[in-house]
């Protein structure tokens, strides 16, 4: 259990924070045993309440910079993949 906890964004929930998916994706900043995390986790909706799946990630500050790094650096090879047809 995080020590502290702070969400600072989501994904997949609407303006009035109706879900537009069935697993809305939470962002939030998180400190455990004196370290802190970013942690990127699916939730489900269990009576009007918000519960975390095991689906996610929680990475510490140098691993948010990698992946910071590589989704810069990669952006347009990132764009033309979504770009691209399905068949």
């Given at each position: 259990m995080a020590d502290e906890s702070e969400q600072i964004g989501s994904m997949g929930?609407?303006?009035?924070?109706?879900?537009?998916?069935?697993?809305?994706?939470?962002?939030?900043?998180s400190k455990f045993k004196n370290t802190r995390y970013l942690d990127i986790r699916k939730f489900y909706q269990k009576e009007e309440e918000w519960k975390p799946t095991t689906k996610g990630i929680t990475l510490s500050e140098?691993?948010?910079?990698?992946?910071?790094?590589?989704?810069?650096?990669?952006?347009?090879?990132?764009?033309e993949w979504f770009s691209r047809e399905t068949k």
């Open positions: 929930l609407d303006e009035s924070g109706n879900p537009t998916v069935r697993e809305p994706v939470f962002i939030n900043l140098s691993q948010i910079g990698e992946l910071i790094t590589i989704l810069q650096s990669n952006k347009d090879r990132i764009d």
